[in-house]
């Protein structure tokens, strides 16, 4: 249930206890939205019981009536950065799922170029939820030039859906956004606090968006104590290190922490294809990538149980995993395959 609004109370207003709307400012909006939450609840029939709005509005503790979006951002270059920015700072504040009006709400067709949909297309996969909306048009088919690009971004989007739910069940037992600015992480790391636009999604994948129409982008590694690996080239490099890159249009830095198992599903229209399979392995791991030497499973508890993982100081050894699924590797490590038995070793 969308819940527009929710920040405007009239000051003269009176509430059936007798508080002033001046008194109420504040908590209203988090009293608006846990009110479409409970109602959802008890009328909706949600599943398993577990109600969303899709709210504009919030105060403190609103991160218990899940989601939010930032509101009605302008469809430029800047409302591409302040989207961001709201992100992060939501997530700061203790939200753990955010949004943004992908393209920008305040719109003419010709403010909206096809670049900046794309690259706001981009950002928006890394967000807990998604959705094109806008005064213009922004719909994908209309800006024909990138309009392939877009639809890349969607199956990658759903692919990384089990990585999603990893995050989001982090979100639900920790309180980490699903957004994750730099110093929410890397506490004492005084770099990483200059690089407001860049966020990790989650705890394992890295991500700088192109915020400007040169394609180009100054970016920082954290971590100095370990190696990130560039999604597109493969390239390895050691945190700590800031770098400025020109990018294509299909292309942003996107890198993966040393020891991630990333689990990647099926290319799917929709999330139907999964009805009734939810929890089945083989219908939803397809791909296995590794960088490094394994160390995270990122992938939701009713999943993880399928394996049996054993660690030794060079060597890892995974149990259980479905016969059929593709396994790549990164870095410095070698892998040995037996049927549903893989042994990974630092080379």
Request: hydrophobic share 35%.
């Amino acid at each position: 249930m969308k819940t527009d609004f929710g920040e405007q109370i009239e000051d003269r207003a009176i509430a059936f206890n007798g508080d002033s709307g001046e008194r109420l400012h504040n908590v209203y909006s988090l009293l608006y939205n846990r009110c479409v939450y409970e109602a959802t609840q008890l009328y909706g029939n949600p599943k398993n019981g577990a109600a969303m709005v899709f709210g504009r509005s919030g105060w403190i503790s609103s991160q218990c009536y899940p989601t939010q979006w930032g509101g009605d951002p302008q469809a430029d270059w800047g409302g591409l950065e302040a989207s961001i920015r709201g992100g992060l700072s939501w997530g700061m504040s203790g939200g753990t799922c955010y949004a943004t009006d992908i393209g920008g709400f305040y719109s003419r067709e010709h403010y909206l170029s096809s670049q900046l949909l794309l690259r706001w297309t981009q950002t928006a996969i890394y967000s807990s939820h998604m959705r094109f909306h806008g005064l213009g048009p922004s719909e994908p088919w209309i800006f024909e030039q990138v309009e392939d690009g877009i639809l890349e971004c969607m199956k990658w989007r759903y692919r990384l859906l089990l990585y999603l739910e990893f995050c989001l069940e982090e979100a639900r037992h920790l309180g980490l956004p699903v957004m994750r600015a730099l110093p929410l992480v890397y506490h004492r790391d005084v770099i990483g606090r200059q690089f407001e636009l860049e966020f990790l999604f989650g705890p394992c994948i890295l991500v700088s968006p192109v915020t400007n129409p040169r394609d180009e982008v100054t970016f920082y590694i954290p971590d100095d104590s370990l190696y990130w690996y560039d999604w597109w080239t493969g390239e390895r490099w050691r945190g700590g290190q800031i770098l400025t890159r020109k990018y294509s249009w299909r292309e942003y830095p996107l890198l993966m922490k040393e020891g991630t198992m990333l689990f990647l599903g099926p290319e799917v229209e929709s999330t139907r294809a999964f009805e009734n399979k939810e929890t089945d392995w083989n219908a939803r791991v397809q791909e296995l990538h590794v960088f490094g030497l394994p160390r995270i499973a990122a992938l939701p508890k009713y999943l993880a149980e399928h394996l049996q993982l054993e660690r030794e100081e060079s060597r890892v050894v995974l149990n259980n995993l479905p016969e059929n699924i593709s396994i790549m590797t990164h870095g410095p490590v070698k892998m040995d395959r037996k049927e549903t038995r893989i042994v990974f070793e630092r080379v």
